[in-house]
């Protein structure tokens, strides 16, 4: 996956209905890494000959990897670097096999401004088939408020009365 162009919104500036995809082209060198940072060697996932016998037929990916596809567009694009996950959840609805060219997705579907808080429906497809969906929920920084000037030098600050 080329590192998208990083984007970043603050609570303020989210609305209803923005929307952000990333595509990504599953490599062997993708499930084999998840694996080895996972700790997960299924073998549905790394052999050949036991994936073959199989209902798949093949190997494929491991789900919770098609997941981390979700994070990468929530903490590069929508809502961007600073937003913090809170939860996730998932609905599997069919593989991901090495090879395929998944497309993530992810809305905006509720905002709330105690916490500055996001729900995101969120969605993964292969050739327009949907192979997982749910909802993200994240914290996401409020817009920085602004400082008061810095007084000249040899100028007193200002103070607020009391």
């Known amino acids: 996956m080329a590192m ?15 929307r952000e995809t990333i595509m990504k082209t599953v490599m062997e060198s993708d499930v084999v890494g998840f694996a080895q940072v996972s700790g997960d060697d299924n073998p549905i996932h790394l052999c050949d000959v036991y994936a073959a016998k199989t209902r798949f ?20 694009r929508l809502p961007g670097p600073g937003a913090v996950y809170m939860s996730q959840t998932l609905s599997f609805k069919a593989p991901v096999k090495i090879g395929d060219v998944v497309v993530v997705s992810v809305e905006v579907v509720e905002l709330v401004e ?3 808080r996001c729900r995101l429906h969120c969605e993964a497809s292969v050739d327009g088939q949907v192979v997982l969906d749910g909802e993200a929920t994240v ?9 008061a000037p810095e007084p000249a030098p040899g100028q ?3 103070t607020e009365a009391a």
């Open 4 to 18: 998208p162009v990083l984007t970043s919104y603050f609570f303020e500036d989210l609305a209803l209905g923005m």
């Open 57 to 76: 037929g093949q190997r494929i990916a491991h789900g919770l990897y098609t997941a981390s596809l979700i994070s990468a567009v929530l903490g590069t």
């Open 114 to 116: 105690k916490g500055r």
């Open 139 to 147: 914290m996401v920084p409020g817009r920085p408020k602004e400082r």
């Open 156 to 158: 007193p600050a200002k």
